[in-house]
């Protein structure tokens, strides 16, 4: 029993799992059922056009694609999950993304090739019909609009709360990405130099970001006691950034309101600091909607290509510093394997099915991925021998993020951590990312520190979690500005089939796209943003449009006469766990509504109500169209029997 539950043991055998099923699995579906071409041009290179359509190495590409499909999703979502037991939560996403999450984006990224680098979307019209396509269309314009405006939010409150420190790493980064673009793609330099460069560039980036963090929260302070005291503070209990304390709004808050809690005269001043850290997350919002406005009309292999390539590093090197923890420290997994710690009874928590396959979406599978498949991937891969690397490989890498997730959720923490962390529901959410980066940096550590006498070792503990952050939060970034492209895809989509003219327009269709994400992450619902307010329909939705993509690719797959199995079982295992979990919400959200008058949960009913409708419909288009298809089947199998008993 003992090495089932160490933490090394877990990390091998996932890791194993995973490039097994690959090798087997993924390279299976390639050749057999999506029938790979590699002598077939792809629209990269048949419809070239230096802004979207570009041909790219693989090796860049899948930093591009990883680097869309992942933002904290393969984090936060596990790290919740951990909540029902870390078992249940490690065979959902070892399960998943082999054999549902891989099949679903090898799928989109192979049906949208084969349809000239269309949306799934797009290409629902001609593999459905009309109808079915603006049915998707309309429900992945919701999707990405709330995705991104609830995004927005967070990343503007991992900037003023989490981690100020990432703010130089994480703008620096696309000043490096403009130059590594032109030096590839204009200058014809060699990959391997410019490699090196950008990544020796982002790594000092991120070193200088430790060094100067930017609490810009500190601008907006404009009491005169509070500014006095931020000069002059100098308590233990707020977090510091190499000898710069009150960098984080959030404990400084905490801080200014139990002084306040003390002596009333501070009051005014902890109501500035409030106030100060609330315009400087507002600001922030405002920054990223003009960067992603401006990333998602520029030239794919100026910005967001080698971007998400130099970033995927960071990345490597976080992961390589995990394993590297597994094998020296390989603590023991300090949680239940099933259920929920003794403290959490009586929690009012939602029941472990079927919210574990809602929880954990991108470790496993996750609708948005087909938009990233079918929306940029599929206009910029070169051969269709790369098909299965990018689209099956960079899902099964994404689930190993998602295992050492778990691992330092559960072995990271601790037995007395992990019990105070997952000890009630309650706030957990906002609990994760906190518990994801205390574990990691645990671990992380570990290797190294031999090297400190113990007095440091906190001290380079707190290194080690700064580093994870900023990683954390520069990797979050690259979801952003490839989802604001993704949305100016559909917006354009939608003009062309509603013939609006100016909405094909990039420009305009990206400022609309930005305006709608704006829509969510700044207008007020009862005094919250209605991304947050909305947020509870974002996981039963995203993984509606999952199985409502692999509906998409089966109805294409049995056109072309290939088998469907493969798509067609994962895809009912998705319907039947979102309907499930739909039903459980929405009976709440009526019960809330109706019980405590509470106008929020009736916006999420007529909303959710909304989006479960516009979906049955549309499976109820697939439905038709694949007996549609079997009727005529049925007239061409009798004539050739009967041509052939004569």
């Known amino acids: 029993m003992w ?25 299976f579906l390639a050749r057999r059922v999506f029938q790979a071409d590699p002598s077939r041009p792809t629209p990269a290179v048949t419809q070239r056009d230096g802004m979207d359509f570009v041909p790219t190495r693989p090796s860049i590409l899948f930093g591009h694609h990883f680097a869309s499909i992942a933002g904290l999703g393969p984090i936060l979502g596990p790290a919740i999950a951990v909540y029902w037991g870390w078992l249940p939560a490690l065979i959902w996403v070892l399960a998943g993304c082999v054999l549902i999450g891989g099949v679903h984006d ?115 302070v404009s009491d005169p006691q509070a500014r006095s005291i931020l000069t002059s503070i100098d308590d233990p209990e707020l977090p510091e950034v190499h000898g710069i304390r009150a960098t984080r709004a959030d404990t400084t808050l905490h801080y200014f309101q139990r002084r306040a809690g003390e002596d009333p005269s501070l009051e005014p001043a902890a109501r500035d600091v409030a106030a100060a850290r609330q315009r400087a997350q507002s600001l922030w919002v405002y920054i990223l909607l003009a960067y992603a406005c401006a990333a998602s009309v520029l030239p794919v292999w100026f910005l967001l290509q080698p971007r998400d390539y130099i970033n995927c590093f960071q990345l490597y090197f976080a992961v ?22 003794p403290s959490a009874a009586g929690d009012n928590a939602p029941g472990m099915l079927p919210f574990l396959f809602i929880t954990i979406a991108c470790g496993a599978v996750s609708g948005f991925h087909n938009l990233v ?50 000890g009630h529901w309650a706030g957990l959410g906002e609990r994760t990312l906190d518990a994801f980066l205390t574990g990691a940096a645990a671990i992380i550590s570990a290797p190294f520190e031999w090297l400190f006498v113990p007095a440091s070792r906190p001290a380079f503990t707190g290194f080690c979690r700064n580093l994870i952050a900023v990683v954390v939060v520069s990797f979050a970034m690259t ?39 704006g829509y969510f992450a700044l207008i007020r619902i009862d005094g919250r943003p209605a991304g947050l307010t909305l947020w509870q329909l974002f996981g039963t939705t995203n993984q509606l449009l999952a199985a409502l993509g692999l509906m998409v690719a089966s109805v294409y797959l049995y056109r072309t006469g290939r088998p469907v199995v493969y798509t067609v079982l994962p895809m009912l295992v998705m319907i039947a766990s979102v309907a499930w979990a739909m039903s459980l919400k929405l009976g709440d959200f009526y019960r809330g509504w109706r019980v405590g008058g509470d106008h929020t949960n009736l916006a999420l009913l007529i909303v959710g109500t909304f989006l479960t409708a516009m979906a049955a419909w549309m499976m109820l288009e697939g439905g038709l169209t694949w007996l549609k298809l079997r009727r005529r089947e049925r007239p061409a ?7 052939t008993a004569g």
């Open 320 to 341: 390589g510093l995990l394993m590297l923890g597994y094998v020296v420290a390989h603590p023991q997994v300090a949680a239940p394997a099933f259920g929920t710690l």
């Open 106 to 220: 090898l799928a989109a990224l192979f049906t949208s090739i084969r349809h000239r680098a269309r949306t799934i979307g797009d290409v629902t019209n001609d593999v459905i019909g009309p109808r079915a396509r603006l049915l998707f269309l309309l429900i992945i314009f919701f999707l990405l609009a709330l995705a991104m405006g609830a995004f927005a939010i967070q990343m503007a409150t991992l900037f003023t709360d989490l981690s100020p420190q990432a703010v130089v790493p994480t703008f620096s980064l696309i000043a490096i990405a403009m130059v590594i673009g032109v030096l590839v793609y204009r200058l014809n330099w060699r990959l391997g130099p410019v490699t090196a460069l950008g990544v020796g560039l982002m790594f000092a980036t991120t070193y200088a970001g430790l060094e100067i963090p930017v609490p810009l929260y500190r601008l907006f």
């Open 373 to 422: 498949s079918s929306g940029t991937t599929a206009r910029q891969i070169r051969s269709e021998a790369d098909a299965c690397v990018i689209g099956y490989g960079a899902m099964l890498t994404e689930g190993l993020l998602a295992v050492l997730v778990i691992l330092a959720c559960t072995a990271g923490l601790g037995a007395e951590r992990h019990a105070g962390i997952y």
């Open 3 to 27: 090495i089932l539950t160490n933490s090394l043991t877990v990390a091998i055998a996932s890791t194993v799992f995973l490039y097994l099923s690959y090798r087997l699995y993924g390279r």
């Open 637 to 643: 199998t009798a004539a050739a029997d009967t041509a």
């Open 479 to 517: 979801t952003l500005d490839s989802a604001t492209r993704l949305l100016r895809y559909n917006i354009e989509e939608i003009g062309r089939l509603s013939r609006c003219g100016p909405l094909t327009n990039r420009y305009i269709s990206s400022l609309c796209a930005v305006l709608a994400i």
